[in-house]
Every structure is written in C-alpha cells, then in structure tokens.
C-alpha cells in the first residue's frame, strides 16, 4: 500500500511541489493501480505464451547495395570549410 509519505517522498526525489490535494488524489490512484495489478496476479496465465508485442511484426532486411553517389570533391565542393577532403566543422564541445 502506498502512504501520502511515499508520494511525498517520490515528489521530493522528482523536485514536484504537490499541493496536499495532489497529493492525495496521487496517493488514491497509485493504491488503485496497485489493487489493479493484484487482481491480474490471481489470473491464470499458464498456457499463454509470453508475448512482446500485440502485433506480429518482423524486421524486414535488404542487402546493401552500392548505389550512385558523389564523388568526394563534388560532396564537399560548397563546404564553407574542409580539410583533408573532409568537412571541417566548429568544435562544439
């Protein structure tokens, strides 16, 4: 069970100010999730397999394929820096 100490507490760690109307009305929802999440303990779940997602998605994968592409001088022609045939850029960090 969770106490307006526990909510009071998680709000300090997360720098929220909480009026004691919040804090309330947190503590009421997060003891409702909690019962909530008791009653689908007490389900029966044996034969379900685990589940990741709802849908059944698949990455889909393609080879790389070299493909056309500028050569290097026109890639860096209108770079307003470059050195070295790389694009020199300002440090920011």
Known sequence: MITKADVE????????????EEKEKYTEQLNAILEYAQKLEKLDTAGVPPTAHVLPLQN??????????????????????????????PKII
Do not use: C, M, T
């Open 60 to 89: 889909i994968y393609r080879e790389d394929q070299v493909g056309d592409h500028l050569s290097n001088e026109k890639a860096i022609a209108n770079a307003p820096s470059d050195e070295g045939g790389y694009f020199k850029v």
């Open 9 to 20: 507490h998680v709000a300090l760690l997360a720098r929220l100010k909480l009026s004691e």
